[in-house]
């Protein structure tokens, strides 16, 4: 890597960047070309470093960043140089990596990932011809579209998951002394140097099918888009799991926004009227606004959601995020259903201590269904009506969770205007894209008609949402 | 351009290591950046992750004066910048009776009767100085534009004054817990930097500075503990502070290594809620422990 060849690269990088989500300005790529100028680029951890503090502006894009930089900054080309011989079948790389894995050897991971791809990764006519050639040309490159290097397949053969007994056992073997402290360490620590395994696996697949076929192809395709634009219907239950993990962060965010807003609105409002009562005691000339009261109390929220499918991991994130912010409101109830509605209050509050498995709870300590698992939406509103109208009330305001997917059965557009019609607000928030609302068996758009209906398609949008349309 | 505080980032590590600071390379050539470019460094992280401490590093490596503003919610120019001392200014005005009005005011608006707060007195130090804006994300979105004001060109505008524009532009650190999202426009104007949990190697040898004579495999294993329980999903993760209060407590209890009972008597350091408490002692198996143990 030369530095005349930096400016175009550096261009190309922040590109890459910009089409994963993460904004970088003009401002920000002089800031990191200047980095650049100063730094020089004798030490990749610390241009990463360097380019991470000029070009990022928060913490949860760290990961499409790595993941960016390795593809335009890469250690190298072609093969990696392991460390000693690559292992000559799966075999021998297995037991290589059990080693590895137990004594937590770094430099051994990488490199068994790095010939591990070579081994199995490859499909096509990947690397036949003189892998390490294409070098910096881009987009056109030497291999076909059909061709290249991958995770999956190479992972599907190593298994390093089904590894882990083994791991252990070695483990056990160099410590013999643990007791059940040490037994439950080891395994944490097993099991992440596992995940760490499948990382540089990944890691290195995209950087050898990037020199193959450009950056800018893989870039947009095999990078793992940041956690808060990962769209819910289609999140990985990893991806979950990391979702679930902001929601305590993204609470307190939201709960700030939440009260400044509270507190302008109080503050700016002048009450016409008593002003102008006022303006009485000095000759009609309004000397003294009179501000509007502060309204009594916060306002009760009541969540209603579909909790079928594809998007019961929408709710379930959602329910979740509520509950984290339940100081933001006087009252918050929450009911579930899939072809009927149950209050699940209680389950959510309790679902606190351990948040992973409660759409799993839901499903089986509430009584959402009277058979099967598919929605019935016309069923659902009209028994949440029957049974919890007088939930709501002009304080309350209601957020609808789903895809208003009705398995073509009669949407029940009465039972949600009677919801309309008690509550203060109601919103719905529809997890599928805005294009397919109304398509096959969606009733989004009549439902749409006659509340507000908003896309929340991950959760920068779902964030937006609640700051924006919750009242305080 | 003023002389650099550091030639290079392994210089910083150094430095820092000399005032008790291990830095990572991403704290290190971040630092080093900030200088070399003048801009403003924002660290953003969990609470106990050494953003403070950092600072205080800082300035103790380069032999810099530390001036620090803390944050909190309602603070406002008078406590940012300056303030007019109004019970001497009526002192004044009051003693000086038979003197003329106009000459009374331009002495009472005088540099005697100012109050200099941290952000004034950073900028009008002439000798180098640390500048810590701590916690920035308490402070209200109206304070964020006197930063803003302030840092771009690092002058203050006193009416009464004049211009007063830094005689030596301040070494520029701001933290926040990122309990909200600080303005596009703030973030811009700094170079930031993500400060998360040490790696384990870090974290011992931070451990291991701060509690000397701390048994070196205790350390290992304190550790590794502290790592599983931030895997956990906690609702408080410990911190780099509760690993150090943690490793004072072992030395204290005179514990040589790290099994059940020791972990479930000395938790409570390291933890402070119930239901994380209970959550750790089911995952790291002291469960079977809880039960006979517990009264
Ligand atoms: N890199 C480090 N080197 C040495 N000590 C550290 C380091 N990081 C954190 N500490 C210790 O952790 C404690 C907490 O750090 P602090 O700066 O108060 O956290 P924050 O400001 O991020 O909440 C400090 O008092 C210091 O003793
Ligand atoms: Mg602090």
Redesign the pocket.
């Known amino acids: 890597m030369t530095t005349e060849a930096l400016p175009g690269r550096l261009v190309d990088f922040v590109g890459a960047l910009r089409e994963r989500g993460i904004p970088v300005g003009p401002g920000e790529t002089v800031d990191a070309a200047a980095a650049v100028d100063v730094l020089g680029l004798a030490d990749r951890d610390q241009l990463r470093e360097a380019l991470a503090s000029t070009v990022l502006r928060r913490s949860g894009q760290r990961g499409v960043f790595d993941a960016v930089f390795d593809l335009y900054f890469p250690v190298a080309v072609g093969s990696v140089e392991s460390a000693g011989e690559p292992p000559s079948d799966v075999f021998e790389l297995r037991d290589a990596l059990v080693a590895a894995l137990a004594e937590g050897d770094e430099a051994r991971l990488r490199a068994l990932a790095a010939s591990g791809v070579e081994a199995f990764g490859r499909y096509g006519n990947a690397g036949n011809g003189g892998s390490g050639g294409a070098g910096d040309t881009g987009a056109s490159g030497s291999g076909s579209r059909l061709s290249g290097w991958s995770a999956y397949q190479t992972l599907g053969e190593v298994r390093p998951e089904a590894l882990l007994a083994r791991v252990l056992a070695a483990m056990r073997t160099a410590r013999p002394e643990d007791g059940p402290l040490g037994e439950a360490l080891a395994e944490r620590q097993a099991r992440s140097r596992i995940a760490g395994f499948r990382e540089r696996v990944q890691a290195e697949a995209r950087r050898r099918t990037a020199e193959l076929r450009g950056r800018e192809r893989i870039a947009s395709h095999a990078v793992a888009p940041q956690t808060e634009l990962v769209t819910f219907t289609s999140a990985t239950s990893e991806q979950f799991t990391a979702m679930r993990r902001t929601v305590q962060p993204l609470s307190r965010k939201l709960a700030t926004r939440l009260s400044s807003r509270r507190k302008k609105a109080r503050r700016g409002q002048i009450d016409l009227r008593r002003t102008l009562r006022r303006s009485l005691g000095t000759g009609g000339v309004p000397m003294r606004p009179a501000l509007r009261n502060r309204r009594p109390g916060r306002p009760e929220l009541v969540v209603l959601c579909d909790m079928s499918g594809s998007v019961a991991g929408f709710a379930q994130f959602t329910l979740l995020l509520t509950q984290a912010l339940s100081d933001q409101f006087s009252k918050i109830r929450s009911f579930a259903f899939v072809g009927l509605t149950d209050e699940i209050t209680h389950l959510v509050s309790a679902g606190r201590d351990e948040p992973e498995g409660l759409a799993a709870r839901i499903l089986s300590q509430a009584r959402v269904t009277r058979w099967g698992m598919s929605s019935d939406y016309g069923e659902s509103l009209g028994s949440f009506v029957e049974g919890w109208e007088d939930v709501l009330g002009p304080r309350t305001s209601v957020l609808v969770l789903g895809d208003g997917r009705t398995n073509f059965g009669d949407p029940n557009l009465e039972a949600l205007r009677r919801i309309a019609d008690r509550a203060r607000h109601v919103y719905w928030l529809n997890p599928e894209a805005e294009r397919f609302w109304g398509t096959g068996d969606s009733a989004a758009l009549r439902y749409a008609e006659l509340v507000p209906m908003h896309e929340c398609r991950n959760i920068r949008q779902l964030s937006q949402l609640v700051t924006e349309l919750l009242p305080t | 351009m003023q002389e650099p505080l550091f030639g290079s980032v392994d210089e910083v590590v150094e430095r820092l290591a000399g005032a008790?600071?291990?830095?990572s390379t991403a704290v290190a050539t971040t630092v080093f950046l900030a200088d070399r470019l003048g801009k403003p460094l924002l660290v953003e992280?969990p609470?106990?992750?050494?953003?403070?401490?950092?600072a205080r590093a800082l300035a103790s490596a380069t032999g810099s004066e530390l001036v620090r503003l803390q944050c909190y919610e309602g603070i406002d120019e008078s406590r940012a910048l300056y303030e007019w001392n109004h019970a001497k200014q009526l002192l004044r005005i009051t003693a000086a009776r038979d003197e003329q009005w106009q000459e009374t005011r331009d002495h009472v608006f005088s540099e005697e009767f100012l109050l200099p707060r941290p952000l004034l007195t950073a900028i009008r130090n002439p000798d180098p100085t640390v500048l810590l804006i701590d916690e920035t994300d308490k402070s209200d979105v109206e304070m964020e534009g006197l930063l803003l004001e302030v840092l771009g060109d690092f002058q203050v505008t006193v009416p009464e004054l004049g211009t007063i524009t830094a005689a030596r532009r301040p070494f520029v650190l701001l933290?926040s817990n990122a309990t909200r999202e600080l303005s596009e426009a703030l973030k811009r104007r700094c170079l930031f930097l993500h400060?998360d949990f040490?790696t384990p190697e870090?974290e011992r040898d931070?451990v291991t500075?701060?509690v000397p004579g701390l048994d070196a495999t205790l350390a290992d294993s304190l550790v590794c503990v502290v790592g599983a329980l931030r895997e956990l999903d906690l609702r408080k993760a410990p911190?780099?502070?509760e690993s150090?209060d943690w490793a004072r407590t072992l030395l204290a209890l005179g514990a040589d290594r790290l099994d059940e009972q020791v972990v479930q008597s000395s938790l409570g350091v390291i933890l402070k809620y119930q239901a994380d408490h209970r959550r750790a002692a089911a995952e790291l198996r002291l469960d079977r422990l809880l039960d006979p143990a517990s009264p």
């Open positions: 008790g600071y291990l830095a992280g609470a106990g992750v050494g953003k403070t401490e950092l933290t400060l040490p870090l931070i500075l701060q911190s780099i502070a150090i």
